[in-house]
């Protein structure tokens, strides 16, 4: 199994502002993820985190609006840019193994006002 | 289109007693399957994992089924407590790359 940290785990950002959340793994995966959790919704995939090459995004995210980085295979980061009241949610770092168990970070729990 | 439903969205159940959480997905080929629980806030928790191989998992008072030709799996937990209050999530790998998750049941266990 994976232990996926992330940091910060909460924040509070003004409108118009940029964050940078940091996801680190203790141990290789295949695969890395970002996700957005809105108030009382379920999860919705950002983008996969792709190894030195720019991330593949889901319909209705940019790259503009959240560049992420994944400089080796236990490091990635998602910035939230230009960031509205919208953008308040729980972002969800994830990474899976070679059998498709994907393991979850503890969530950054971002207010924006 | 692969879709992954979770029904009821809430369940509340006295202490101590037996409770079945069901999912259901539209694609039968399915890689696997695994069920979360997530606290208020927090992240996910992965509790079990079911290959398409298989029929079942267990871990302690948690069981897992697994039935690809009626497209459902079932959780069942035995003599609930109130710790086990979360919501409960299940996600599908359809070997396309990603998860799709159901919407989740919100258990709330009665002391």
């Known amino acids: 199994s994976a232990v996926i940290s992330q940091k910060p785990s909460r924040d509070i950002c003004q409108r118009g502002t940029s964050l940078t959340i940091q996801c680190q793994v203790d141990?290789?995966?295949?695969?890395m993820f970002w996700y957005r959790q809105q108030p009382g919704q379920s999860l919705t995939l950002i983008a996969t985190a792709n190894q030195g090459s720019e991330a593949t995004y889901e319909s209705g995210f940019v790259i503009d609006k959240f560049p992420i980085s994944r400089p080796n295979l236990t490091f990635s980061t998602l910035t939230v840019s230009n960031m509205s009241p919208e953008d308040s949610s729980i972002y969800l770092c994830?990474?899976?193994?070679?059998?498709?168990?994907?393991?979850f970070g503890p969530g950054t729990r971002l207010t924006v006002t | 289109k692969q879709e992954v439903t979770q029904i009821p969205a809430a369940l509340s159940v006295p202490e101590g007693e037996n409770l079945v959480l069901n999912c259901s997905f539209t694609d039968s080929a399915i890689y696997n399957l695994q069920w979360f629980r997530q606290d208020p806030g927090k992240g996910l928790t992965s509790l079990l994992l079911i290959q398409s191989s298989q029929r079942e998992q267990t871990s302690g008072r948690l069981n897992a089924s697994l039935d690809k030709s009626s497209g459902r799996s079932t959780l069942y937990i035995a003599a609930s407590q109130p710790g086990d209050s979360a919501t409960y999530l299940c996600?599908?790998?359809?070997?396309?790359?990603?998860?799709?998750f159901g919407t989740g049941t919100r258990l709330t266990i009665i002391p």
């Open positions: 141990s290789q995966v295949t695969m």
């Open positions: 994830s990474g899976t193994s070679g059998d498709w168990e994907q393991y």
């Open positions: 996600a599908v790998y359809f070997g396309n790359e990603k998860l799709t």
